[in-house]
């Protein structure tokens, strides 16, 4: 298996187990099919409400016009919408890819974004082409880090990560709050921010000393411009957690 290595600045490599085909296409087939039986709900949904003239007070040709559209708009929506939503909601993953223990990230490492999610999979409609698609495979073959198209444009990867990080890997994430620290987070550069996000991503694929201390250097860069008082020093992870949510928080309510 092909691994995404990323030096960090405190020169720790952190290393992402790629995803190839065979995986993100498992995970695609479960998408697909919660695709289907929900576009085939709504789809019969829309046709009798159509036909028993509910949604459109017309009638005639007009209210087959409006009930096409809104079939179209569904259609579109379900096949593009729900891997943009997902994937901006759940951290860079859908029902399908949390099943098969798949994410997307940054090239960077780090969560992706609003940005990413709606980029990647906007180019999904040059990628499912000419069907099953075609042009994803060959690029993904073509790619040294399995990327289709839209991952190119995105700046994204999709890499395998163990169960337990499914636990927890961003439970850190969820908890956000504008106060949840005690510390001027403001005065983090995003580089540094990039790399805590790195190590709370990836820490659970760590072995525990290694773990602990790169826990410890990355706080050791962190103290002369947030000079941590000892007692949170003892719990190293616990207050990198408490800084991400608490730097999230700030860019997102700021």
């Known amino acids: 298996m092909d691994n995404l290595v990323i030096d ?10 790629l995803a190839g085909i065979g995986s993100r296409f498992l995970a695609l087939a479960v998408d697909t099919l919660i695709q289907f039986a929900v576009g085939m709900v709504l789809g019969v ?8 003239g509910i949604m459109m007070p017309t009638h005639g040709v007009w209210a087959g016009a409006w009930t ?6 569904l259609v579109f929506l ?3 919408g729900y891997f943009a939503i997902f994937e901006a909601i759940w951290n860079g993953q859908t029902p399908g890819k949390r099943l098969t223990h798949l994410r997307v990230i940054q090239d960077s490492g780090r969560p992706i974004t609003v940005y990413e999610a709606v980029a990647r999979n906007f180019l ?10 075609g042009v994803a495979i060959i690029s993904a073959l073509l790619s040294a880090k399995s990327k289709r198209l ?6 994204t990867v999709v890499v395998h990560e163990k169960p337990a990080m499914l636990e927890t890997g961003v439970r850190w994430d969820l908890a956000a709050s504008p106060g949840s620290s005690r510390y001027d987070v403001s005065r983090l550069l995003p580089g540094e921010f990039q790399l805590i996000e790195a190590f709370l991503l990836r820490r ?9 201390e790169t826990a410890r250097k990355i706080l050791q860069r962190l103290s002369a411009r947030l000079e941590f008082s000892p007692e ?3 719990n190293p992870e616990a207050l990198l957690e408490s800084l991400a949510t608490a730097y999230r928080a700030r860019a997102r309510y700021g």
């Open 124 to 133: 999904r409609v040059v990628d499912s082409m000419p069907g099953l698609y």
């Open 232 to 234: 949170d020093l003892q």
């Open 204 to 212: 659970n694929q760590l072995a525990g000393d290694v773990r602990a």
């Open 78 to 80: 379900l096949q593009f």
């Open 8 to 17: 960090t600045p405190e020169q720790i490599p952190l290393e992402f187990p």
């Open 68 to 73: 096409l559209a809104l079939l179209v708009l």
């Open 150 to 155: 839209g991952d190119y444009v995105a700046g």
């Open 45 to 52: 949904s829309v046709l009798l409400l159509g036909a028993l």
